[in-house]
């Protein structure tokens, strides 16, 4: 198995950042540094920055419904951080983000294999969401948002347009809208930019899994869930 993949595999990190720690000379395979193109064979002794890298035998995915106030980092030393409000036996991140601010689907695991599969742009994996905004909703906001809306994008500090989306109304102040992107606070800016106010948002569905457990719980995926990940 190539070296990074055989990181990520482990859990330890995703398959770039895997990447990093290599070209930064940090990996070794048997006591010899590792490049990108080292291939890891049974029983080979994998270190990054010393710590021994230990194969996966099974991957664990979980479906939590994030409250409000929950950020999704592996950084122990934020306080609310998504790790310590799991408190799984094992180490776990998140597939993707959800806003402090929002609630919902979110999904962890041990595998940073799964989760660039989860979060590449090209597959365009839906996700739905059901949004409250501070005013009446008119019919010219939801057609708006559907035919996709310049933001700015605080990570390339640059201006995109998003891709179109579904939107429908579901009651005074109330929409659905369904993504395949996942832009930096994307809704919230999506609806600021037609001077709209998200009073909350509540992600509902990821792919083929909704949301379906109380909030602050979670549970495992299936093996056959998990397999539609892929």
């Known amino acids: 198995m190539r070296i990074n993949k055989y ?10 950042k895997a990447e990093e720690y290599i070209l930064n000379h940090e990996v070794t395979v048997n006591g010899k540094e590792a490049t990108l193109q080292t291939i890891v064979e049974e029983n ?5 920055k010393d710590m021994l890298i230990k194969p ?6 979980l479906l939590l419904n994030k409250p409000v106030g929950i950020t999704c980092t592996t950084e122990l030393h934020i306080e609310g951080n998504i790790i310590d409000f799991v408190h799984y036996p094992e180490r776990i991140f998140p597939i993707g983000r ?26 365009g994996h839906e996700k739905e969401y059901i949004v409250e905004v501070d005013k009446a909703i008119t019919p010219s906001f939801l057609t708006n948002l ?22 429908s109304q579901i009651s005074k102040r109330k929409f659905s809208i369904i993504l395949t992107q996942g832009y930096n606070r994307q ?4 609806c600021s930019a037609f001077d709209y106010h998200v009073r909350s948002l509540k992600r509902i569905r990821f792919m083929h899994l909704h949301l379906d457990v109380k909030e602050g719980e979670y549970r495992l995926l299936s093996d056959s869930e998990i397999q539609l990940l892929k």
């Not at 595999?9 to 995703?14: M, P, R």
């Not at 996966?56 to 995915?61: E, G, L, M, R």
């Open 7 to 16: 990181i990520a595999s482990s859990g330890f990190c995703s398959r770039r």
């Open 44 to 48: 080979d002794e994998v270190k990054v």
């Open 56 to 61: 996966q035998q099974k991957t664990i995915v």
């Open 98 to 123: 959800l806003d402090k601010d929002s609630s919902g689907l979110i999904l962890l695991t041990n595998n940073g294999d799964l989760v660039n599969e989860c979060l590449r742009a090209e597959n």
């Open 146 to 167: 559907s035919k996709g809306v310049k933001i700015y994008n605080p990570v390339t500090n640059s201006y995109v347009v998003t891709l179109p989306c579904k939107v």
């Open 187 to 190: 809704i919230r800016r999506m």
